[in-house]
Each structure stands twice: as C-alpha cells, then as structure tokens.
C-alpha cells in the first residue's frame, strides 16, 4: 500500500466541529474485529510461508470463528473430510463409507484445516477460537443424544488446547430457507437449546454458548424461553439498501442511522429487558457489504467502498455495546476478481490482504479503551466516533465522511492534547482503488484541525495530557 503525504493550508473558516466529551463509562470489546475462516477452502499449504498468520496479526484480528458458517451444520469434527455439504449421518450416505472410501476421502481432503491447524493459527495470531456445534445432522436424522455426545466430545478436545476455548456457537441461522430443509426451524432451535447448554456446561461451567436466529423478529421470545441457557445473541448483517444485495451509495452518503440494524438492536434489548436476563451480550458473527455486484442499476463495490462501510459498521458496533464481531470471510474462491461477490478479507488466488486490513488495524487498537461522548453532525455527511485508550493516556477518534464534499474538520478535546498521528483512507488515482496517506493537521490548545477529502475515513491518535 502506498502511503502518500500530503498538505493542506487551513483557512480561517470553522468549518465541521466535533467535540469530544466525558466518558461514557462503556468499555469497546477487543473481539470485534474478528474472521470468519471456511475449513474447507482453507488449504494448509497456503499457510506455511507465514504471511497469512503475519496478515492477521498486523490486522488485529481480535477473534476467529470456525469451521464458518453454513458449512458448521454439515462439519463433522471427528472426520472432518466429507464433502462440504454433506449429510454425513444420512443413512444411505453411511452405507457408502467403506474403510476404503474414508481412505479417499482423506487423502482428497486432508488438506484442508483442520481444528489442530486451527489451534496453531489462533496461537501464532493471538486471536480467540469460537468453534462450532453441528446440531443440525442430529435433528435432521433424529439423533439428538448422538449429536449431544458428539458435542461434548468437542468441547473436552477444545478445553485441552492452547489456546483454550470458551465460545461455542449453536448452529448457524436457524430458520434459514424453511422450504429446502437444510437448517433447524426457530421453534426446534429454541427447544433443542437447553439441552446442549446442559450437556456442555456440564463439562465446561466456563463456556460462553452463542445461538443465532435467521432474523430478529422472534429474538425476543428466545429469551425468554431459553435465554438462562445461553450468553451471548448472534446477528447476521450484510450492508445493503433498498433490496437484499444491491448497494446504492447515494442512499448510503444520506444515511444517518441504519434502520435495519438499529430495529435488530432495539429487539435484542427489549427482549432482555422483558425477561430479564442482563447477562445476555450481542454479537454480529457474520458481516460485511453485501455482494454488491452492480445488478439492478446499484453500485459495485469497490476497495473504497468495501472499507468505508466496513468502518460504518464499526463504527456502530462499537456505538451500540457489540460484544463481538467477525466480518465474512476470510477467503472465499470466486471466478470474479476484485470487490463484488463475496468480499474475502485474503485473495484465493494470491493470498494478499485487501484494503481493509488498515480498517482492521485501526479499529483493533480501540479495544478494552472507553468510549467518549462525542458529537455527529451528521447532517454534513460527517460521522465520529472517539474512545479513550485503555492506557488512558490517548484518544483514538474515527471520523468518517460520507459525502461528496472536502470536509474542514475541527475536533474539540476534552483537554488539551497533540496528534500522534491522522491517517486517511481514501480514493487511489485508479477508479474504486483505495490509498492510505499520512495526513497533516494543526494542534492549538484544545483544538485539531484538519482537511479531509470526499467519500473517505480519517483515523487519528491524539496524545492528551
């Protein structure tokens, strides 16, 4: 990535202020710039120069979720080398598993990673494991204590790793395409929750169990019914507007608040005030722009676009007390090159890290700091956010621009205070690309100032005394 610098003159105008207030007494989880691995498009030979470890270590992945998503209710951990999607406890499937064909399963499939690899990548990276329990193949072929044991076997392996885990989630969108029947219904779901919890709590008091429902409508009654079972609320959420899929960036640029989340938010925590249960934390395990090929007359995303609304979604996670986050995918394999389709975090062909590792890096550094009060006005397309380094010695503030207008910023400190450093991420000389520069500002007492382009996110660290 080329880093340009660049100066700007300020001119005496006031243009956009922000100020920056009193603590919010919240603290920013450090699990919420996190991955979505697939085992099955994970090839461990991609993993031995070291530079996919050093990608995510330098990104600050917080947290790694895994096997994925959909693939958790076809993943059989103990064999894990059938194919993708199958159903390996269909029992015309299992007539077929000679000691022959698991031979050739294995060597076909061996090299995908597996939990050992997993472990080591977690370890190496300093991230932490959240591993999956298949419920599904249990309740497709009603095998319910079979797939409990199998579970439980999973969570004793997993206690004696290093690094040790405590999250597991339940499944993966349950309610998901209720006519195809390849995931649990909600009202199975929520029955079938209390009992896994029982069973793995049973071997592991400690663990953390995260359920997941296709959509938010019924989270409330979850709670209620089954929430003394479970810890933390996952909610899946794609970035697009109008229409599942498509982007358009001018609705984007006019958006103050995201109606689609803050209606999910505003459900989880109605639900948990109804019921009680305080305990409960939220979480978006799978997120990112959606596909956003251009169909339809929308916008395709670009590497710009792809890490603008990324940090939006940050940016409102850190906003609205998420617990834990993990974009997706790490990698996907896709006959498209560049942005649209899926947004994999490291290229299937290259393994190179895209734009937005510098997103990543930035919004890691926020974590286990205490968000600020900080004003929006984001009428002028302007958004920000500022939290307090755990150290207390620094205030990390993130303002994004979403219109199409240069921007003159002023940010208002709490205290006086000097820029350590202000990065922007913004347009490349070629259409869609996306630079990061070094961006130069003015410290005055209390005040920064400085100049920021169009469609663009400033990151900066502002030593305060």
Not at 155 to 184: F, I, M, W
Not at 219 to 232: A, L, N, P, R, Y
Request: with cysteine; glycine share 8%; hydrophobic share 35%.
């Amino acid at each position: 990535m080329l880093f340009i610098f660049t100066a700007f003159s300020f001119s005496r105008s006031k243009g956009t202020e922000i100020e920056i207030g009193a603590s919010t007494g919240r603290t920013v989880s450090p699990y919420l710039t996190g991955m979505n691995p697939i085992y099955s498009h994970e090839s461990m030979e991609t993993w031995k120069d070291g530079r996919k470890i050093m990608d995510l270590k330098t990104a600050g992945v917080g947290c790694f979720r895994y096997p994925g998503g959909h693939v958790v209710s076809f993943w059989d951990w103990e064999f894990p080398y059938h194919d993708t999607y199958q159903n390996f406890w269909d029992p015309a499937y299992i007539e077929t598993l000679t000691p022959e064909k698991r031979i050739e399963l294995k060597r076909e499939n061996g090299h995908r990673m597996g939990l050992t690899d997993y472990f080591k990548v977690c370890a190496e990276a300093s991230m932490e494991p959240i591993v999956g329990i298949n419920m599904f193949q249990g309740y497709k072929y009603n095998r319910l204590e079979d797939s409990i044991a199998k579970a439980v076997r999973l969570v004793e392996y997993c206690r004696s790793q290093n690094p040790q885990v405590k999250y597991y989630y339940l499944d993966n969108e349950a309610g998901h395409r209720p006519t195809q029947g390849a995931h649990v219904p909600v009202d199975d779901y929520i029955e079938l929750i209390p009992a896994y919890s029982k069973a793995i709590k049973a071997v592991q008091p400690n663990a953390q169990l995260i359920v997941n429902l296709i959509r938010g409508g019924r989270v409330g009654e979850m709670i209620q019914k089954s929430g003394e079972h479970f810890d933390i609320v996952d909610n899946h959420w794609y970035y697009s507007n109008k229409k599942w899929g498509l982007f358009h960036i001018k609705d984007w640029r006019a958006e103050e608040k995201n109606r689609r989340f803050e209606k999910e938010v505003r459900q989880f925590k109605e639900g948990k005030k109804k019921s009680g249960r305080d305990h409960i934390k939220l979480a978006v395990l799978e997120w990112n722009l959606g596909p956003a090929t251009g169909k339809e007359d929308s916008d395709k995303s670009t590497y710009l676009t792809q890490g603008l609304i990324q940090a939006d979604m940050l940016m409102q996670f850190i906003n609205h007390d998420v617990f834990m986050a993990a974009i997706w995918p790490l990698t996907w394999p896709t006959e498209n090159k560049g942005p649209g389709g899926f947004r994999s975090f490291l290229d299937h062909e290259t393994g190179e890290a895209s734009s937005s590792k510098h997103i990543f890096r930035w919004f890691s550094m926020a974590g286990n700091g205490t968000l600020l009060n900080c004003s929006n006005p984001s009428a002028e397309g302007i958004h920000a956010t500022a939290v307090l380094r755990k150290d207390g010695n620094s205030i990390l503030v993130y303002v994004l621009n979403k219109s199409e207008k240069s921007r003159k910023i002023t940010i208002i400190l709490p205290k006086p205070g000097a820029v350590v450093s202000a990065q922007s991420f913004q347009k490349g000389s070629d259409a869609g690309d996306a630079v990061v520069i070094n961006l130069p500002s003015k410290t005055t007492g209390q005040s920064v100032v400085f100049k920021m382009t169009d469609t663009s996110l400033v990151f900066l660290t502002i030593k305060v005394k």
